[in-house]
């Protein structure tokens, strides 16, 4: 089984910035896609950013120029760099991978509990 913890949120206020972690646990063959995910009150999860195993990367245009995603698989860890923090960023933010549990051949996907980010003077 895998576990993600996610950590770094707080309040932060209007241009200012945070960093998010995500630290898998537990016994994995490999992890394969790492995204960050938000919910705002009453809006739909969406996307921030992804990373593959290859360390590409794609962002949502509204966190563009402003959000690094980064990965270390040594330490089976993502980041995500916020800078510029805007009110709209607010939310609970989620982290998810597609990871091989050690002793089995398919990829499952897998949620952390969210962190929260408040951006508020």
């Known amino acids: 089984q895998v576990q993600l913890v996610e950590s770094g949120g707080g309040l932060v206020q209007p241009g200012g910035s945070l960093r998010l972690s995500c630290a898998a646990s537990?016994?994995?063959?490999?992890?394969?896609?790492m995204r960050w995910y938000r919910q705002a009150p009453g809006k739909q999860r969406e996307l921030v950013a992804g990373i593959n195993s290859d360390s590409s990367t794609n962002y949502a245009d509204s966190v563009k120029g402003r959000c690094t995603i980064s990965r270390d698989n040594a330490k089976n860890t993502m980041y995500l760099q916020l800078n510029s923090l805007k009110p709209e960023d607010a939310a609970v933010y989620y982290c998810?991978?597609?990871?091989?549990?050690?002793?089995?051949?398919?990829?499952?996907?897998?949620w952390g509990q969210g962190t929260q980010v408040t951006v508020s003077s």
């Open positions: 998810y991978v597609q990871a091989t549990p050690s002793r089995m051949t398919n990829v499952y996907s897998y």
């Open positions: 537990g016994t994995i063959t490999n992890i394969y896609a």
